[in-house]
């Protein structure tokens, strides 16, 4: 049987797969091909005369490079054409390379704190996850993307992408499933990595207060006929870190190779190793009452625990990951205008883990605990093929999309955990490790396979000097195959199979001002398949559901920058809800409702300005147990609110200085899906201090400045439920260009 638990965890591969070795390897054979590629490419030029092209500063189209301060133009993510951000209906947020340096962000949720319509770091700062909720949904396992193809993962089987590697971040808010297939209904990520983009010669190196150092470099060219150009981003760290007990290393390296023999072709190969070796922070999978609320016991105030505590085993703790990918982008536009794309990546990862954490209380003083383990591999292969175009009908423009995409991913798994009750307890106070552990013995040992096979389409019409229609459509078809080996629970061994389908649409209508004013609505319904069964040993339908959403977006004509209101109503059918705690029933649905407002500013060069609102209505509105219908879902608080400021002074002995900072509000939000205890909001500042002279600088970033201890979210108030957040930190970077 699927175990739904595995949901909230991830996880896949089969021996069919490509090797991991043999994949790592091809990416690390890339970065070797750079040079000779170079010299081949001025090679075929000399003999075959092609026109020089010239690289552009925003990687040609403007939806991919680099974002001019904090305020981007144009995204692909939202319509998977480079379009206006104004133009599509739906909310999309993009946080570019400057708004990530300037809040000192070292991971993409991080880099995410300050973006309307998402939760970021909702379990504190996990080291191996970007954790994320966009519009109240939980976007980690289905609804993370990078460079427009899926990041899958189910159990622990997923993929890790540090943000010194990206471009920029961009968030869909709301269904995408017409335009990418089975995703989060809340929203999707998407990672665009940088590529190939002119002369890049840079290297940053930094310390946090914990010791935790880093050197990262970016180094890019471009061959002297313009043709092949290249650029490999990399990053190594290692240390401590605020958690006690936590330390350990981790690097990845990004190699990237663009041909364009013309200005009609170009092709793309882009590469990853990634390699991480630590092992587990504490601060995390503890009780309501120790953490939110004092420990009082016959009297006596034990007060909290202490969120740098770790109640781990040191001796057997690890996290160990190794993962490549190898991938291209490719396009050429013919005579008449059309474009044909063909976009792939095939990624694998191999994850080790062993982590003995904390159950609830044992006693006054005392935690139960865990001893979990696991060994998992993933495999995926994902592809878009897609034809673009332009065509009239009397006074219409049509812009034309078609594709097909498909996507594999495989997890082999194994977990395994020691007996209930046989982990000694630890004291909450006052740690001693040391204590024997009994063996782990496997309950989970699974070989999954998900596919998925889509054909979309998407019309943008624009007439009447203003009016923008955007009609979407899209059909799925699913399979899932699950052969569950023997473990020390079952000796026998089953195999599971599902084949699904459904159709998934958009229709959006906007007006645009000659002031800049933009309003818009949309309707989008989704289709996204589960990997799980209910509590009749039945695998779980896909949810779908539909939202309507009404906005404005506004581009000033006399300042730099972008705005958005959106206000939504979207509703998530055939959610599991829980009968026992091990077991469901899909009866769920949960309704969330909301506004969000968020400006982004330059004022000019030098002056930089963000802000952002986000109020929600989330109910559940059917449940297996009726007396939780009305509620609201624990974790996600209902109201957040975010605004930063950067400025860099210019002229006389402070030329090149520049203070920033933050103010982050982030709501109360309810601990239990009862409605019965909350987690206070919480208010947090940030700063930045920095300097710039022409070819290097210093930057000083201060996270949570007043270094409040605050829990960041709750999923139940009894065992592993609460997360403490990020405490204050300071980090020091230096950065040098040539």
């Keep these: 049987m699927i175990n739904y638990l595995n949901i909230d965890r991830r996880g896949l591969p089969d021996e069919q797969n490509l090797p991991m070795k043999a994949l790592l390897a091809a990416s690390v054979a890339a970065a070797a091909m750079i040079p000779p590629m170079a010299a081949l490419a001025q090679s075929v030029q000399t003999s075959t005369q092609l026109e020089p092209v010239v690289v552009e500063g925003e990687a040609g189209d403007g939806a991919t490079g680099p974002v001019k301060g904090v305020v981007a133009k144009k995204s692909k993510t939202g319509s998977k054409t480079a379009t206006d951000i104004k133009d599509i209906p739906q909310s999309v947020s993009v946080v570019g390379r400057q708004e990530i340096d300037d809040q000192g962000a070292q991971k993409v949720d991080e880099a995410l704190r300050y973006t309307a319509g998402v939760f970021a770091q909702p379990f504190g700062p996990d080291s191996d996850t970007n954790w994320l909720f966009t519009r109240g949904f939980q976007a980690t396992a289905d609804g993370t993307y990078m460079d427009g193809l899926q990041l899958f993962s189910y159990a622990f089987g997923g993929f890790y992408v540090d943000s010194f590697g990206l471009e920029r971040v961009e968030v869909l808010k709301g269904p995408a499933s017409v335009l990418y297939g089975g995703s989060n209904p809340g929203g999707l990520v998407n990672y665009v990595s940088k590529r190939p983009d002119g002369r890049q010669r840079y290297i940053e190196t930094g310390v946090n207060d914990a010791g935790n150092v880093y050197l990262g470099f970016d180094i890019g060219d471009v061959d002297g006929n313009g043709v092949v150009s290249y650029r490999v981003t990399g990053k190594v760290a290692g240390g401590d870190t605020y958690s006690d007990l936590q330390n350990g290393w981790r690097g990845f390296i990004s190699p990237s190779i663009t041909w364009q023999p013309d200005e009609q072709t170009k092709l793309t190969v882009l590469a990853n190793y990634s390699h991480i070796d630590e092992n587990h922070n504490g601060g995390s999978f503890l009780p309501y009452i120790g953490t939110v609320t004092d420990r009082i016991i016959g009297g006596v105030n034990y007060g909290r625990i202490d969120p740098d505590a770790n109640f781990t085993e040191p001796s057997v703790d690890l996290y160990k990951r190794e993962q490549g990918s190898i991938g291209y982008e490719f396009e050429h536009t013919f005579d008449n205008q059309w474009t044909v794309r063909s976009n792939m990546r095939l990624s694998a990862a191999s994850i080790n883990e062993v982590n003995v954490y904390a159950n609830g209380w044992a006693s006054a003083t005392q935690l139960n605990r865990i001893n979990f383990g696991h060994d998992t591999d993933a495999t995926t292969f994902l592809s878009d093929l897609q034809i673009e175009g332009k ?277 109360s939000s309810w601990a239990d899906n009862a409605n019965n205890n909350k987690v206070p909001a919480v208010t947090l500042a940030d700063l930045k201090l920095g300097y710039d002279k022409e070819t290097w600088g210093v930057d000083l970033n201060i996270t949570n400045l007043f270094d409040k201890t605050y829990v960041s979210s709750c999923q139940t108030t009894t065992v592993e439920a609460c997360s403490y957040g990020e405490g204050r930190s300071f980090k020091l970077k230096a950065h040098t260009t040539w």
């Design 391 to 667: 065509v009239e009908t009397g006074a219409v423009e049509h812009t034309l999309l078609a594709g097909i995409d498909h996507k594999y991913y495989n997890i082999d798994q194994v977990q395994s955990s020691a007996l209930f009750g046989t982990t000694p307890p630890i004291d909450a106070f006052d740690p001693i490790y040391g204590a024997p552990l009994t063996p782990r013995v496997s309950y989970l040992n699974q070989d999954l396979t998900q596919k998925q096979l889509g054909f979309y389409a998407q019309d943008q019409l624009r007439f009447g000097d203003g009016w923008l229609v955007t009609l979407n459509g899209r059909y799925d078809r699913g399979w899932l195959d699950a052969d569950n080996r023997s473990t020390y629970y079952s000796a026998s061994s089953s195999t599971q199979n599902q084949t699904v389908g459904d159709f998934s649409g958009r229709a959006g209508l906007a007006y645009e001002f000659a002031n800049g004013v933009t309003p818009y609505a949309s309707i989008a319904t989704f289709f996204n398949p589960l990997i799980g069964t209910d509590a009749n040993g039945n695998l779980f339908k896909p949810e779908e559901g539909v939202q309507y959403e009404v906005g404005v977006k506004y581009v000033p004509t006399f300042v730099d920058g972008l705005f958005t209101l959106s206000l939504f109503d979207l509703t998530r059918q055939n959610v599991p809800s829980n009968v026992t705690f091990f077991t469901q029933l899909q009866t769920g649905e949960v309704r969330s409702r909301g506004i969000e407002l968020e400006g982004k500013v330059n004022v000019t060069e030098d002056f930089r300005l963000t802000g952002a609102f986000t109020a929600y209505d989330i109910d559940i509105t059917k449940d297996a147990n009726p007396a939780l219908i009305g509620k609201t879902p624990f974790i996600v608080p209902e109201v957040m609110a975010s605004a930063s400021v950067d400025y860099t002074f210019r002229g006389g002995w402070y030329d090149g200085i520049s203070i920033g900072g933050g103010l982050r509000y982030v709501g």
